[in-house]
T-cell receptor, first 114, second 119 residues
Framework: GENVEQHPSTLSVQEGDSAVIKCTYS??????FPWYKQELGKGPQLIID?????GEKKDQRIAVTLNKTAKHFSLHITETQPEDSAVYFC?????????????FGQGTTLQVKP | GAVVSQHPSWVICKSGTSVKIECRSL??????MFWYRQFPKQSLMLMAT?????????EQGVEKDKFLINHASLTLSTLTVTSAHPEDSSFYIC???????????????FGNGTRLTVT
């Protein structure tokens, strides 16, 4: 089945700097890759997603890139702010599933220092 | 839009009792809901897929008799942890995808989770 690897597990940046989180997936047929932000004690919140027919997508300070050949995708946050501090999860939707379930990476704890 | 409500947000129960968690899609109909489990500082692990009007599909290693799932309507799925034990203590999160969305690449919306503590 699908396996998603996420790195790094923790990331500390200075306010205003950029943060990059990387994920790889194993199922070449996966075609949907969302990113979620989870704050303490809350459920994950979708922040951006990308489909396999697109190489890059941007939404204000957040961007996601997808390399289908290498089977990896990355989250880029520019001009980081303290409120960006949270746990970020990447996920992939394996094509083999007819329900569209998501398989999550291990998560990255991002700390933005003021 | 696309709000998923989960209730209760936290529950404490004694070992051996059963606990029911509700997941509701507030402003859309959800033919499919997913139940995840998350241990502290770990990722979300899919437990089962809940389909409206049919039996749930459980992931490998998840006991279907222990984690009973019912998806009786397009807006409500319930997870019942039966005969709970301390090792069942965890953060349970449900998610839902709208009926109109393509199942492969439409957004999945999550509830705010239920913190279960079994004493």
């Amino acid at each position: 089945g699908e396996n998603v690897e996420q790195h790094p597990s923790t990331l500390s940046v200075q306010e205003g700097d950029s943060a990059v989180i990387k994920c790889t997936y194993s199922d070449s047929a996966s075609n949907y890759f969302p990113w979620y932000k989870q704050e303490l004690g809350k459920g994950p919140q979708l922040i951006i997603d990308i489909r396999s027919n697109v190489g890059e997508k941007k939404d204000q300070r957040i961007a996601v890139t997808l390399n289908k050949t290498a089977k990896h995708f990355s989250l880029h946050i520019t001009e980081t702010q303290p409120e960006d501090s949270a746990v970020y999860f990447c996920a992939a939707s394996p094509r083999s599933s007819n329900t569209g379930k998501l398989i999550f990476g291990q998560g990255t704890t991002l700390q933005v220092k003021p | 839009g696309a709000v998923v409500s989960q209730h209760p947000s936290w529950v404490i129960c004694k070992s051996g009792t059963s606990v029911k968690i509700e997941c509701r899609s507030l402003d859309f109909q959800a033919t499919t809901m997913f139940w995840y489990r998350q241990f502290p500082k770990q990722s979300l692990m899919l437990m089962a897929t809940s389909n409206e009007g049919s039996k749930a599909t459980y992931e490998q290693g998840v006991e279907k008799d222990k984690f009973l799932i019912n998806h009786a309507s397009l807006t409500l799925s319930t997870l019942t942890v039966t005969s709970a034990h301390p090792e069942d203590s965890s953060f349970y999160i449900c998610s839902a995808r709208g009926a109109g969305g393509n199942s492969y690449n439409s957004p999945l919306h999550f509830g705010n989770g239920t913190r279960l503590t079994v004493t």
